[in-house]
């Protein structure tokens, strides 16, 4: 029996491109697959048919040919001859064929084709950094320098990782795919290039510096630009300041994480700041005035009120920290704790006893919390 046009097999015209062949053969492949055609017998037979045809005319040269010969092309060993078991057809390698429509419908989920040769460049990895700094330098801001220990491109040999200014060659395993495939059943798997670990180059004489990694360890010494108004949390990014890349990658950036030290006498809420100060009964009694300090060195004069109790605050605005990079500036609070005398000698104590026989007018909050808890016990008795 004579064997069917290449072309009629998969459906199409002479003169149809490499594009229309690969789509009609993919239709085909779906369409007669045995696994999917357990109740066609002819299934095998026709899906066998369309293997070869789609080897042949896959290949230019062996699509001009049988262009201009037909089947003569292949006779005697010339290729595309009779048929052998399996799902094969002929000389037609079926795996080969099967693995380009594999490619071109799950190529962009494995990563796509890659032409040979490819570069293997690597981006360096990010580095974080952390940094302590007092309330005084979060206030004023400064330019610090920090020496960070990273990686960075070797000296010798340029970031590339062979000796004598040589350059990596393609890897002749993969042919610079950076992965291998193996044939599976009628799928075909990738893997990770055993020769070159992924990379699609090798190294025939690496560099005695970097041993090919194409970097060194090194600290380096960076000056930073730390703004005023940064608090704990504060991340700055330094771009490209990072780990170098492998083998003439770029670099990864670098991440300075800000703390802020705990201060001595100031609390810090955002952009403002608290102060507790310690007065004197007298003075919280009489009133007066007191110095305080403020962040930036100086010093500010507080006028108490008379009669004042621990826990209250005084304002005083724009002597807080300033806002990250917008302008503003917090305020500053000074919240009093009234301070009970000790080591009392006995005179003291005499005029305090005098003092507390004509002052009991004077402790309105005692005299209301006494009165409540007095209301309180009466009511439990009733």
Not at 107 to 136: C, K, P, V
Not at 256 to 267: C, D, G, N, Q
Not at 310 to 326: C, D, E, F, I, N
């Amino acid at each position: 029996m004579a064997k069917r046009d290449y072309y009629e097999t998969l459906g199409l015209s002479r003169g149809a491109s490499a594009d229309e062949i690969k789509k009609a053969y993919r239709q085909k492949a779906k369409e007669l697959h045995p696994d999917r055609n357990a109740d066609n017998p002819d299934a095998e037979s026709q899906f066998k048919e369309a293997n070869e045809a789609y080897e042949v005319l896959k290949d230019a040269e062996k699509k001009a040919a049988y262009d201009r010969f037909g089947h003569a092309a292949f006779e005697n060993g010339m290729g595309g001859g009779g048929q052998r078991g399996g799902y094969g057809g002929g000389n037609a390698d079926f795996a080969s064929a099967f693995s380009d429509v594999f490619d071109d419908l799950f190529g962009d989920f494995m990563g796509g084709r890659q032409g040979g040769g490819r570069s293997r460049a690597t981006r360096g990895n990010d580095l974080r950094y952390n940094l302590q700094i007092t309330l005084e330098e979060a206030f004023s801001g400064l330019q610090k320098t920090i020496s960070v220990p990273t990686s960075v491109a070797c000296d010798s040999c340029n970031g590339t990782g062979a000796e004598g200014g040589s350059e990596p060659v393609t890897c002749p395993t993969c042919s610079g795919m950076g992965k291998v495939r193996a044939q599976q059943g009628f799928f075909t798997v990738e893997r990770t290039c055993p020769t070159c670990s992924g990379m699609g180059q090798t190294i025939k004489n690496p560099c005695k510096t970097c041993h090919g990694a194409g970097r060194t360890e090194k600290n380096r010494s960076l000056s930073v630009n730390i703004p005023a108004g940064v608090e704990t949390g504060t991340r700055i990014r330094l771009a490209g300041e990072g780990e170098a890349g492998l083998r003439g990658g770029p670099s990864g950036d670098l991440y300075i994480f800000i703390e802020v030290r705990p201060h001595k006498l100031f609390e810090r809420d955002g952009t403002n700041l608290y102060c507790r100060v310690p007065v004197s009964m007298v003075s919280a009694a009489l009133g007066g005035d007191i110095e305080v300090p403020t962040i930036d060195g100086g010093r500010s004069r507080v006028k108490i009120p008379e009669g004042s109790q621990t826990g209250r605050q005084m304002r005083l605005r724009g002597k807080g920290m300033p806002a990250l990079r917008s302008g503003g500036t917090g305020d500053m609070f000074i919240e009093l704790n009234v301070e009970t005398p000790v080591k009392l000698n006995g005179r003291q104590k005499e005029l305090l006893r005098e003092f507390a026989d004509l002052s009991e007018e004077n402790n309105p909050q005692s005299s209301s919390f006494f009165s409540s808890v007095k209301s309180f016990w009466d009511s439990m008795k009733g």
